[in-house]
């Protein structure tokens, strides 16, 4: 594939930063007399060894060798035994086309970042220009939505529905681009499509494997790139999964985001990026001058821990906390069907954290929610914070069913139950009742 027209000006400005290379030489080459990079003296550094104590018991043990790489600048793109990991990971799950692709170009190619948003976020900056128009279904994760708005693309609407984006309505989008029809939009076909494909943040929708395929024959029929941001890849409930758009990927147009901060921590800040080698070879070069990389002592950790359990016990951990949280959600759907019957709909999200509240009969929730919950002693987020406009009403109300127990899950929708009856009595009495109690 041709990337280069999907580069921003500031991505191709990005050149290699000669320090970071030579440091990583030290690995490489450790019988290198190393006079170039600026690696500080592992002699000064005033922690020796550590032993970490797991839940299940058992300790992983970080000798003074493991420490003082674990304590020192790394290669940009992560340690290698970790990547090494986490290629046999994607292969398992995912067995990407692009693995084995030729050209270099394309070819599979993976970087650990500082958590998924700090790669994806560096994924836009390399692909956007003012002006250029993206794809992205709504309501969208809030840090996707912050981290797009100022760098002044324009942003189209995708419709969804609880299984995600609708393939129909994303062609018909598309077809104002099909050359015999009036090109509008100035002209440009999206860069992109944005979607977080299971558990969405905040809808709880997740794509089905035959809407995921037609995605794709539009992505290549119209030559946009997926960036797939599976956050909550690891928290689906039911038994089969669908087929990941990188498993798809025979062209090398997806961009993958992976996150570890659902399974294993998001304090550690880790994640990472699957994709084409010349993309995430720009991500790296960004990376270079930000981050210049991410933490050696949270990879060796992690990787740590990966070898102590294998792919095998990964994904027993990863399964457990996937059941953990179908329990959450029973608990919270428990608590919507016994308190907001008759005052809200919703859908059973099939992965993820959140519940996707709607309203009835209150156009704006945000006043209620910002204000009024807090006073009742409830936290939960107004649904237009959700939105491509955020300036927009909106009647949703989204909650999280990960962090409150059970008892306090019930207990917070009866609070919300609550607050929608006084609602709607104050509107009753401002006389300002309308037909969307209906809706
Ligand atoms: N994408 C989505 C959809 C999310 O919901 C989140 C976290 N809430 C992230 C990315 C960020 O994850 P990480 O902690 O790995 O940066």
Redesign the pocket.
């Known amino acids: 594939m041709d990337y280069s027209h999907f580069l921003s000006t500031v991505s191709m400005a990005r050149k290699t930063n000669l320090a970071r290379m030579t440091n990583e030489l030290e690995q490489k080459m450790p019988s290198l007399v190393m006079l170039s990079g600026g690696l500080p003296n592992p002699d000064c550094f005033p922690i020796k060894t550590a032993s970490i104590s797991l839940i299940d018991g058992t300790t992983i043990e970080i000798g003074e060798k493991l420490m003082k790489r674990a304590l020192q600048y790394c290669a940009t793109d992560g340690v290698p035994e970790l990547l090494s990991w986490l290629r046999d990971l994607q292969l398992k799950l995912h067995n990407p086309p692009t693995a084995l692709c030729a050209p270099k170009k394309s070819q599979m190619k993976i970087c650990v970042t500082s958590?998924?948003?700090?790669g994806?976020s560096k994924v836009y900056d390399m692909l956007i220009n003012p002006g250029d128009n993206i794809l992205l279904d709504e309501p969208n994760?809030t840090?996707?939505l912050a981290a797009l708005r100022p760098l002044g693309c324009n942003i189209i609407k995708v419709p969804s529905d609880a299984h995600g984006i609708i393939p129909k309505a994303l062609k018909e989008i598309l077809s104002r681009w099909q050359s015999d029809k009036v090109r509008t939009l100035n002209n440009k076909i999206p860069k992109f499509l944005y979607t977080?494909p299971n558990g969405g943040?905040p809808s709880g929708s997740s794509l089905t494997a035959e809407r995921k395929k037609e995605i794709y024959q539009l992505a290549r029929e119209y030559n946009f790139l997926i960036i797939e941001?599976d956050?909550y890849y690891f928290l689906q409930f039911e038994k089969t999964k669908a087929p990941s758009f990188l498993s798809m990927d025979v062209d090398g147009r997806v961009i993958r985001?992976d996150?570890?901060?659902k399974v294993i921590s998001?304090g550690m800040r880790i994640?990472f990026l699957t994709g084409p080698a010349f993309l995430i070879d720009k991500v790296i070069l960004h990376i270079q001058a930000s981050t210049l990389q991410t933490s050696s002592f949270t990879q060796i950790l992690v990787s740590q821990l990966f070898n102590k359990w294998g792919q095998r016990g990964f994904l027993e951990n990863a399964n457990r906390a996937a059941e953990f949280y179908k329990n959450q959600r029973e608990a919270m759907l428990a608590a919507a069907d016994k308190w907001l019957k008759g005052l809200a709909d919703w859908y059973i999200p099939k992965a993820g954290l959140y519940l996707w509240i709607k309203i009835k009969g209150i156009s704006d929730t945000y006043q209620m929610i910002t204000e009024k919950a807090l006073d009742k002693g409830v936290s939960l987020l107004p649904g237009n914070d959700f939105m491509i406009d955020s300036s927009k009403p909106s009647p949703y109300v989204r909650a999280c069913f990960s962090f409150a127990s059970p008892d306090q899950i019930d207990q917070g929708l009866q609070k919300l139950a609550e607050l929608i009856r006084e609602e709607l009595n104050e509107i009753c009495g401002r006389g300002a009742l309308t037909n969307t109690f209906t809706d």
């Open positions: 958590g998924s948003q700090d994806l994760f840090g996707t977080v943040n941001d956050a985001g996150s570890f901060s998001p994640g």
